[in-house]
């Protein structure tokens, strides 16, 4: 039965679930950074899903960088599928602002994480709702 | 009409043709690092390409992932489309090693480019050609 990565469950808030895929929220204040995880067993590169599955997520992927763009008026989507720390295949999606402080690097290993706090979070899910209800079941 | 990025040209080899994508090489010993870049104009991010291009591209990444993961032997592929440099869409393709220089960080900004000489550029075209030559229309 498939698990979300431990390590990636202590970095993040699990947020909800696209059809074919988790989606978390780094608890990172530093960017708006979102993470999707599909739902299955043992993967660790996105050709190792069948292609239905490679196809759905490409459509997840899309449809959630498209909506973060908008609504957090991004500079630039950088989208990853690295997985060299946790092997659980997992794709970030990060909003890049040209003011961000690793700007134009990419964000990994450059600074601590900022945990949001409760109220902080919540404001991240309100504007992910007004956004993203209409394809992601919210926890 | 549509031209590869200059920056792109500069840093790279071009290799060949996939039916929607160029593919080139990163001129960097350090690593086995090969780009796609979608032959169309005007897109700085995946969700901006039509649908079926959308699908062409994670058909051509995932099949050049797994062949590169292959014939180099991959601990781990990292894929990703940054873009904050350069603008144009382009999807890196690296193969990483445990015993690789940057590992587990990601590669971008931390090694100078150890650029290939025209052996090392030749034997690397081999090895893709051994691979890649039923998808691939090489240069």
Known sequence: ????????????VVVGRFKLCHLLMM??????????VPDRENISEIYQLNKTDQ?????????LSEKLAQRFKADKMNVAALGNVVPQLHIH????????PA????????LPA???DKQGIRLMITKLK????????FH
């Not at 204040?29 to 999707?36: D, E, Q």
């Not at 999606?93 to 961000?100: A, E, F, K, L, N």
């Not at 007004?130 to 079941?137: D, N, Y």
Request: one cysteine or more.
């Open 93 to 100: 999606h990060i909003v890049r602002y040209t003011s961000d």
């Open 1 to 12: 039965m498939f698990q979300i990565h431990p390590q990636l469950l202590k970095d993040c």
């Open 114 to 116: 900022r945990p949001y």
């Open 130 to 137: 007004q956004v993203l209800a209409k394809e992601l079941a």
């Open 55 to 63: 196809v759905q997520l490409t459509r997840e992927s899309c449809y």
């Open 27 to 36: 608890n990172d204040r530093n960017f708006p950074w979102f993470i999707l």
């Open 103 to 110: 700007w134009p690097g990419p964000v990994w290993g450059k």
